[in-house]
């Protein structure tokens, strides 16, 4: 299969090591000039001695609105998204099937009242089918052209924290207040009211591994969460000391709005994106946005992110 690779990059990407232990951090590579292709057809793009080659648009699909997920919630996905490698399988009539695994967001929020959730992090699955479409003509934008792409939900996994419990999606407040701590780790979370013991979870990455296990990337802490198939909490990547969110007096401060943190991830911007190298043995990771030391002032002088 053709990998699609068309990007507009204006960012400096740091590599780091899947191992905690040893981490050894990389020197960050920059690409400060845009890709921007505007080519009819099929274009292609040479990165690291392999060629990459863009179809275009091969197929569409839709999940009704008020569809629900596998715990009876409205589905919220699609914060993140991975596909099972191992899954995919031609079908007889030339299409396309494999298995989806579609991660939500923190939860309903900014809804009336409804500011934050107490909403458990979970990834939903789907089987998927794909036709590709091969005709010339452009295809009207409908409904019913919008077609080629099929998902059938079949399940899905609770996400837990080291102690069995299930997560949240409630902003921490600022300060100590927002702190929890499991295994000697400090991490955001709730100490107070109905989530009080939870890890607050804003869940936006997501990548497994050949062995079903994933990872998980979250905007509150600016960490990387490790969990094994069954969804139990494994490890956990946190970011160097100058991208933890810190205020005045350097203590952690995970609160995403309305924030005092004067260095680390802006609020509600930490680890938007990430992926694992083919290799499978290192991560790339990429925040939201400029972390607040890189962009003094107003958040609209937040050039660069890392």
Same mark, same amino acid.
């Not at 990059?9 to 981490?23: G, M, P």
């Not at 009242?113 to 979970?122: G, L």
């Not at 494994?234 to 260095?263: C, E, H, M, W, Y």
């Given at each position: ?44 793009? !040479? ?7 863009? =179809? ?46 579609? %991660? ?43 077609? @080629? ?32 701590? =499991? ?6 979370? =709730? ?7 939870? %890890? ?9 591994? /050949? ?44 609160? /995403? !709005? ?26 790339? /990771?990429?925040? =939201?946005?400029?972390?607040? @030391?890189?962009?003094?002032? /107003? @958040? ?7």
């Amino acid at each position: 299969m053709d990998t699609k690779f068309k990007a507009m990059l204006t960012v400096t990407v740091a590599v780091s090591a899947l191992s905690i232990a040893n981490t050894a951090w990389a020197a960050p590579t920059s690409y400060p000039t845009p890709n921007v292709v505007t080519t009819a057809g099929a274009t292609q793009f !040479t990165f690291g001695g392999k060629t990459f080659v863009n =179809q275009g648009l091969q197929g569409m699909g839709r999940i009704a609105a008020g569809s629900t997920d596998f715990l009876g919630g409205t589905f919220g996905a699609f914060s993140g998204m991975d596909l099972d490698p191992s899954s995919w399988r031609k079908t007889a009539t030339g299409g396309y099937t494999g298995t989806l695994f579609a %991660l939500p967001d923190r939860g309903p929020n900014g809804i009336g009242s409804v500011t934050f959730s107490d909403y458990a992090a979970r990834v939903s699955t789907f089987t998927i089918g794909l036709t590709p479409y091969t005709g010339t003509a452009d295809l009207p934008a409908a409904v019913t052209s919008q077609n @080629q792409l099929t998902f059938t939900a079949n399940g899905g996994i609770v996400l837990k924290d080291f102690n069995g419990n299930v997560t949240t999606g409630f902003d921490p407040p600022p300060g100590a207040a927002g702190v929890v701590t =499991q295994n000697g780790i400090t991490l955001p979370g =709730q100490t107070t009211d109905v989530a009080a013991g939870k %890890l607050s979870f804003d869940s936006e990455g997501l990548r497994f591994l /050949s062995d079903k296990s994933f990872y998980v990337s979250d905007e509150y802490g600016a960490n990387v969460y490790y969990f094994d198939a069954a969804g139990n909490l494994k490890g956990v990547i946190k970011p160097p000391s100058a991208l933890q969110p810190r205020n005045a007096a350097g203590d952690l401060t995970f609160n /995403s !709005t309305g924030t005092a943190n004067v260095t680390g991830r802006r609020g509600n911007q930490g680890v938007e994106g990430f992926a694992v190298t083919p290799d499978g043995k290192k991560l790339v /990771s990429l925040l =939201q946005s400029a972390p607040v @030391q890189d962009s003094p002032g /107003s @958040q609209a002088n937040r050039t660069n992110t890392r």
